[in-house]
């Protein structure tokens, strides 16, 4: 079983700055996409960010231009770069891992980590 932790979460101030990263217990390189999701009270979990096994990426409206996905596969980890949060930012975030295999597709999920924002 594929394990992904993250860390990194914390409290920071509107227009602030954090990295979240996810360790995973196996080679980022068999997974075919990783991404990053939250989940706000009250709202649905959605896409945050996402890298693909060739270096594409895709970034959620509300992101875009100040959160940056990244990977280190010598390390297997997976980073969120988040720069002038907001406090709409605020929410769990979890790191996300897809395998596909011939027989059925694995999705994996990490615990989470939490993001708050204050003003």
């Known amino acids: 079983q594929v394990q992904l932790v993250e860390s990194g979460g914390g409290l920071v101030q509107v227009g602030g700055s954090l990295r979240l990263s996810c360790a995973a217990s196996?080679?980022?390189?068999?997974?075919?996409?990783m991404g990053w999701y939250r989940q706000a009270p009250g709202k649905q979990r959605e896409l945050v960010a996402r890298?693909?096994?060739?270096?594409?990426?895709t970034y959620a409206d509300s992101v875009e231009g100040r959160f940056t996905i990244s990977r280190d596969n010598a390390k297997n980890m997976l980073y969120l770069e988040m720069n002038n949060l907001k406090s709409e930012d605020t929410a769990i975030y979890y790191c996300?891992?897809?395998?596909?295999?011939?027989?059925?597709?694995?999705?994996?999920w990490g615990r989470g980590t939490q993001v708050t924002v204050s003003s």
């Open positions: 996300n891992a897809v395998k596909i295999k011939v027989i059925r597709n694995a999705d994996y």
């Open positions: 890298l693909g096994r060739g270096g594409g990426t």
């Open positions: 196996e080679s980022i390189d068999s997974f075919n996409a």
